[in-house]
């Protein structure tokens, strides 16, 4: 058990050298994935052997309608509850994750690069609004997805960090497919092992992944703080540059956000075949990161209160938890 926790804490807790990583060099980005699957293969290792004091020291989540549940301490690798975890699910808009994910660990502290939008980055779905012609910061578009869901602006960043991808390797291709690659590279990295993608927006029925994929990716992503404040943001005032410049604010459909503990959600939905999706991380009253899973709940609110439900279980079967911290950092600001 001391062995699964130590590289737990290795794979959910990088150094602030890591995180503050954002060169585009190849050859480092090689070796960080390099030195990341070792680390993946060594805790599989690990699992095998203490996969049975595992098994145990996981509880039941409360009782819910999701077919999968999956809640894990990203601080420490702890997973806390856990239900059919290993069954391969839809993602639909959670897909977003590791868009956003695959652009701030491409492009660094390149994000005000801007984007010029031509009708291959339109499509159906929910939209950030973009207009062909207009000109966006990968910032903007980075939430532009996060915010409002915008399958429009995840094309754009797709599209954009695939052909910055292939200029690196000095090849040709196509940049979308190229950005899917680079999405499966990544879900594996970050242990995600039965992960999929076949776009960079969630609509293709190809883009699959087991709760405790979305569970170990989303403990990156919420303690990343490159990424927290576009999680965290419940507002967003961008000015759009082109022949239709103007200036928008967008505006979250999660009204969880800002309230309470929470720092970041994502839901993911497909109404007419009755599934909802959601992954949450909250900052506990210790102080600690927890991101929860519910894959599959049977209706557009029952996700919401599956979570809250959890939220509340875990105070009492985690008594730890429970304790207030002095000190915490207060939630990411949106910047």
Known sequence: MRILELKS?????????SKSSLSTNPVRRKRRKARTGLIAGAIAAAALIGGQA??????????????SVFVVNADTG???????????????????????????????????????????????????????????????????MVLVSGNDASLAIADYVGRDLLAQEKKRGDSMKRFVTEMRTAAKAL???????????GLSPAN??????????????????RLLPAWACTTRTLHIGGPKARTV??????????????????????????IYNLVMAWRAPN????????LGSKAHLARYDEMHAIMAALLEDFPAMAESASGVAPNSDCQ
């Open 191 to 201: 242990g995600a092992e039965q992960a999929d993608f076949a776009d960079p927006y």
């Open 208 to 225: 699959v992944a087991t709760a405790r994929d979305i569970g170990l990716i989303a403990a990156r992503i919420f303690t990343d703080q």
């Open 54 to 67: 595992l098994a145990q020291a996981v509880k039941a989540p409360p009782d819910v309608s999701a077919t």
């Open 249 to 274: 604010t967008l505006k979250t459909s999660l009204e969880l956000l800002g309230k309470g503990s929470v720092i970041g959600a994502k839901t993911g939905s497909h109404v007419s075949k009755n």
């Open 78 to 144: 702890q997973v806390l509850y856990a239900k059919n975890e290993n069954k391969v699910s839809r993602i639909l808009s959670l897909t977003k994750l590791v868009t956003a994910y695959v652009l701030v660990d491409h492009m660094g502290d390149r994000l005000s690069e801007t984007v010029t939008i031509n009708w291959p980055h339109l499509t159906r779905g929910s939209t950030a609004g973009l207009k062909r012609r207009d000109v966006w910061t990968l910032q903007d578009l980075l939430y532009g």
């Open 9 to 17: 804490l290795i794979v959910f807790n990088r150094t602030e050298k």
């Open 287 to 294: 102080g600690q990161t927890i991101v929860g899973v519910v």
